[in-house]
């Protein structure tokens, strides 16, 4: 009899380890979706996670190269001198040295020298897992430098989360603003800018949402 209540236990064991988990709301999906988007995102060859430098460039010369003596050093593979980047108030000018010419791309092409564009379209200046690009904060530029070999995502193990709990979901009511309204959001960099709202959330608590540009986050005050 003993014996007869065990094989029962197992195999009720086995049938209940072998039920399909019940399906994900809707909500909890959505969520889940959002947390592989965003990992694809940093995992990308040019997510959040190969930024490796972000140099703000000096009215005039700046130099660019693995050199010590350079303004601007560069991680391997550059050579010691890699080009001069020339900023005279809103133009960001780049001449590269001999050896760049050879080693490194300007959107695909052969590097050259030129005037480089940023803000929304920004030349990208790649060599080997390297890229480069300009950006544009206030009324200061920079030279922000992304490696596909950088050590952060090398190392990176993932994100974790607290368990999705419908109870901590929020229903809100959105009124956009008419005509839209603009909000001077601060950055990390301690700069502000003037970015579109989109409009209030909420009743009791108000949610001020603002319409990202190229390159950021959603952001809310």
Known sequence: MPKILAIAALLAALTCSGQTQAPLSAHAKE???????????????E?????EGLFWLKEGANTLGAGKSNDIVLPAP????FGVVQLHGQIVHFKPASTATIMARINDQPAHELDLRYDEKPDKLRLGPLTMIVIHRG?????????????TLREFKGLRYFPIDPKLRIVADWVPYD???ML???????????????????????????????GHRRAGT
């Open 31 to 45: 969520i889940t979706q959002w947390h592989a988007h965003r990992l694809k995102e940093l995992r990308a060859p």
């Open 47 to 51: 997510g959040w996670l190969t930024l």
């Open 78 to 81: 550059a050579p010691q001198e």
């Open 139 to 151: 009324e200061r530029f920079a030279l922000r430098l992304k490696n596909r070999e950088a050590k």
């Open 179 to 181: 005509p839209p309204k």
């Open 184 to 214: 001077a959001i601060p950055t990390v960099l301690g700069t502000s800018e003037q970015m579109p709202s989109l409009g209030p959330r909420g009743v009791h608590h108000r949610w001020q949402e603002v319409q990202p540009g190229a």
